[in-house]
Every structure is written in structure tokens, then in C-alpha cells.
């Protein structure tokens, strides 16, 4: 059975850091592809950025670009998103997902942690 579990999330300034993690479990981790997204509010679930599954490259939405950062430990099956210079308007609930091709809709998620930005 499939798990990705997100950790990391809560209360911060506006202007701090925080850093999220995704554990995977149950899957040939370096296989996928691995994605973060959120979902404030009343809004619709967006794409943050990816990583690739062996060299490690990313791609970063606009809205995130610059701010924020994915990794990934192909040893520990986890990926993180580091993330500085927050704003309120990344408040919303992060979510992690796996694919084996990101053209095509992710197969897995995890269950979302929620991030908290004040101003």
C-alpha cells in the first residue's frame, strides 16, 4: 500500500522559512516523479513544483520561483520543499504526490499539512 505522508507544516511569519517533508512508502520511490501542491481556502488545488526521479531536476511554478526549493533523498524516500520569504498568501494546505509521468495526473497523495503564514 502506497503512503506519502507530509510533515512540517504550521504557524509562521510572514517573511520566515519553513520547511515541509513527504515520506513515501510502499512504491519504488525513485521511479516517480514527485510534485508539491496546495489549496488555500475557497480555491482550487495549484501546482507548486516538481522534482525529477534520479538527477534531481525541479520546476517551480511562477508564484513560487525563487522562494521556494524541492529536494529530494532517493536513500530515505522523502522529498522536502523548503520554503523562505513566505507570504500570507501561501497560506494553504500543502500536499505531496507521486507519478510516474507528469504529463498525466498524479497517482498517489499524501493527506496535506497545513501552512499558516501571518502578516
Known amino acids: 500500500q502506497v503512503q506519502l505522508v507530509e510533515s512540517g507544516g504550521g504557524l509562521v511569519q510572514a517573511g520566515g522559512s519553513l520547511t515541509l517533508s513527504c515520506a513515501a512508502s510502499?512504491?519504488?520511490?525513485?521511479?516517480?516523479?514527485m510534485g508539491w501542491f496546495r489549496q488555500a481556502p475557497g480555491k482550487e488545488r495549484e501546482f507548486v513544483g516538481r522534482i525529477t526521479r534520479i538527477n534531481g531536476n525541479t520546476y517551480y511554478a511562477d508564484s513560487v520561483k525563487g522562494r521556494f526549493t524541492i529536494s529530494r533523498d532517493n536513500a530515505e524516500n522523502t522529498i522536502y520543499l523548503h520554503m523562505n520569504s513566505l507570504k500570507p498568501e501561501d497560506t494553504a494546505v500543502y500536499y505531496c504526490a507521486a507519478t510516474r509521468d507528469y504529463n498525466r495526473d498524479y497517482d498517489y497523495w499524501g493527506q496535506g499539512t497545513q501552512v499558516t503564514v501571518s502578516s
Open positions: 510502499g512504491l519504488t520511490f525513485s521511479s516517480y516523479y
